[in-house]
């Protein structure tokens, strides 16, 4: 059986239909149970995130909207005031636990952009660093239309995959994928693991049935595709009794959807593999061996800085002989890389003008060539 319990880090998404009851008012309760779940993972050694949607819904009432459907304005404006309802919720229930809550509102290019993607993937790196457990939602009061995620279940995934988390929870009034959609028939079976993403495995999904969420099972086993081929598991499971967490632990019903590679090395192979490099940093042999023992790239140990890049890009690191050593998500623009080459850590402000990043490349953003095989699985 598979277990929550054994996840390093587990993000856990958390529907609004299950937050906020239909009168509009936090499902407290509920939520208390949920926390303490989750603290309990944590004192187990588990880093946790949470993606929580509610915002609109307790929102909306408070502002004098409960006729739906909402206007795109009217539910940004209902967001604004359900979302800071949220987070006093969180950090009351998180502080009972002796915990932080850090409030994190994400739009999509946090994400999508390289540039920012290693931004966010820093801040919530250090909040995990500390102990605080970030809550996470879509910046509803910004985002409109084409630049918004649109629902938690595809944000939670980004943000799996973003923190290469090794389990995403998504919490839901549904128990998991079932072979027919709900209704179509009294022979419907709950799929209890699921390997692979095939057009089968969709056409089960059907349509979007949930009342208050935005999402259905479509956009579930969207995030699926995006968890899973960052290299965590993904489980679907109800979130409609008290404990929704312990219950999985416990053998409740629900569906895994299983990945077959470790976020680190999926990780590596995208950074290997999907993007072209946009430029070339030339390395001594000192840097060469900090690489080859698995630490970053110094700007100490750069040459000389080819090509046009930009923040978050890759580049490609290559030896003073040119063979290409690694690649990596590059912390620094051309320009910018160009004037600290060469430059100690603390020599950096001093030629840039601000606090910059101590890595050129940070060694979780690079990987070595010829050492995926080695690290696959
Ligand atoms: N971000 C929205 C909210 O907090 C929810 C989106 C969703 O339901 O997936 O209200």
Redesign the pocket.
């Given at each position: 059986m598979r277990r929550l319990d054994r996840s390093k880090r587990l993000v856990v998404k958390i529907?609004?239909a299950l937050l906020v009851n239909p009168d509009g008012q936090l499902n407290r309760p509920w939520l208390e149970s949920l926390i303490h779940d989750l603290a309990q993972l944590k004192a187990a050694g588990v880093e946790t995130l949470i993606v929580?949607?509610?915002?609109?819904?307790?929102?909306r009432r408070t502002l004098g909207l409960p006729k739906r459907p909402l206007k795109l304005a009217e539910?940004q404006a209902?967001?604004a005031v359900?979302?800071i309802a949220?987070a006093r919720a969180y950090q009351q229930i998180l502080a009972e636990h002796g915990y932080v809550a850090a409030q994190i509102l994400l739009t999509l290019k946090d994400t999508e952009e390289r540039r920012r993607y290693l931004n966010a993937r820093s801040t919530v790196g250090t909040l995990l660093k500390q102990g605080a457990v970030p809550v996470i939602?879509?910046n509803?009061t910004v985002a409109t239309t084409e630049i918004r995620?649109?629902?938690?279940?595809r944000?939670a995934a980004r943000v799996s995959s973003m923190m290469s988390a090794d389990c995403l929870v998504l919490l839901s009034d549904v128990d998991g994928l079932y072979t027919a959609a709900p209704g179509a028939g009294a022979d419907a079976r709950l799929v209890a693991e699921v390997h692979e993403i095939t057009p089968e495995i969709m056409a089960m999904a059907g349509k979007p049935v949930s009342g208050?969420?935005?999402?259905g099972m479509i956009?579930k086993i969207e995030a699926a595709r995006i968890a899973v081929g960052a290299g965590a598991h993904m489980v679907i499971a109800s979130g409609r009794h008290l404990n929704p967490l312990r219950r999985i632990d416990a053998g409740a019903p629900c569906t895994w959807f299983l990945s077959s590679a470790s976020p680190v090395a999926s990780r590596k192979r995208w950074i290997a593999g999907a993007l072209e490099p946009a430029g070339r940093l030339i390395v001594d042999q000192g840097a060469v061996n900090a690489l080859l023992d698995g630490r970053s790239l110094l700007p100490a140990g750069v040459k000389r800085v080819d090509g046009s890049f930009a923040r978050g890009d890759t580049v490609s690191i290559c030896a003073l002989s040119g063979v290409e050593i690694a690649r990596g998500l590059v912390a620094y623009d051309r320009d910018e890389a160009e004037r600290i080459a060469g430059a100690r850590s603390h020599e950096i402000e001093q030629r840039l003008g601000w606090r910059g990043r101590d890595e050129m490349v940070h060694r979780d953003d690079l990987v070595i060539i010829g050492s995926l095989h080695h690290e696959a699985g």
């Open positions: 529907g609004s929580s949607s509610g915002a609109i819904a307790l929102g539910s209902a967001a359900g979302q949220l939602n879509e509803d995620y649109g629902d938690n279940d944000l208050v969420g935005s999402g956009t």
